[in-house]
T-cell receptor, first 115, second 112 residues
Framework: DAGVIQSPRHEVTEMGQEVTLRCKPI?????LFWYRQTMMRGLELLIY????????DSGMPEDRFSAKMPNASFSTLKIQPSEPRDSAVYFCASKPAGASPDTQYFGPGTRLTVL | GQQLNQSPQSMFIQEGEDVSMNCTSS?????WLWYKQDPGEGPVLLIALYKAGELTSNGRLTAQFGITRKDSFLNISASIPSDVGIYFC????????????FGTGTLLAVQP
């Protein structure tokens, strides 16, 4: 059975460009999480959705970041314009309905490099 | 954002040695979790702890939920080369939130 799918796996872009990261959660899961991982700050929750609705976006760094979940099987994290300090690994995770938070399943991540 | 204090930052050991790492926080958590992350992959859950004082094992791994609910440790016995990776603790604050707070990670290297 497929796990959480993220694309692209690697992205290199120049400062000022728009970046879109994509996530397909595990089928049947109704919660979706976006995390950012850096050496300095570790793994941080950016935003999470329940039933396609954003519940907590307090971790979103600033207005340059936006996330959408148009349906239960797809979510995007967009950075516009991108900056070098956005370079990080971005993880998506999903969780079944009603399950405790420890049942989050992580995707393989997207490594973003902004030059 | 909020982080858990995890130590040590890194460990370099010989195969067969036991390993211990821990996490502390100024906040009280309802759940403590331990994850392992392999290079190029996302974190994978190893052990979940739900009650203060709980001691749980998963094979060679043992973890405990501290009595104060502000700390947890993970032990790995008889380490093997495939134990190499980064280990993270994570805590869930009280209430209905799905939000997890992650530790800073412990890099484990095991020499055959």
């Amino acid at each position: 059975d497929a796990g959480v799918i993220q694309s692209p796996r690697h992205e290199v872009t120049e400062m000022g460009q728009e970046v879109t990261l994509r996530c397909k959660p595990i089928s049947g899961h109704n919660s979706l999480f976006w995390y950012r991982q850096t050496m300095m700050r570790g793994l941080e929750l950016l935003i999470y959705f329940n039933n396609n609705v954003p519940i907590d976006d307090s971790g979103m760094p600033e207005d340059r970041f936006s996330a959408k979940m148009p349906n239960a099987s797809f979510s995007t994290l967009k950075i516009q314009p991108s900056e070098p300090r956005d370079s990080a690994v971005y993880f998506c995770a999903s969780k079944p309905a009603g399950a405790s938070p420890d049942t989050q399943y992580f995707g393989p991540g997207t490594r973003l490099t902004v030059l | 954002g909020q982080q858990l204090n995890q130590s040590p930052q890194s460990m370099f050991i010989q195969e067969g040695e036991d390993v211990s790492m821990n996490c502390t926080s100024s906040s009280i958590f309802n759940t403590w979790l331990w994850y392992k992350q392999d290079p190029g992959e996302g974190p994978v859950l190893l052990i979940a702890l739900y009650k203060a004082g709980e001691l749980t094992s998963n094979g060679r791994l043992t973890a405990q939920f501290g009595i104060t609910r502000k700390d947890s440790f993970l032990n790995i016995s008889a380490s093997i080369p495939s134990d190499v990776g980064i280990y993270f603790c994570a805590g869930q604050l009280g209430g209905a939130t799905n939000k997890l707070i992650f530790g800073t990670g412990t890099l484990l290297a095991v020499q055959p």
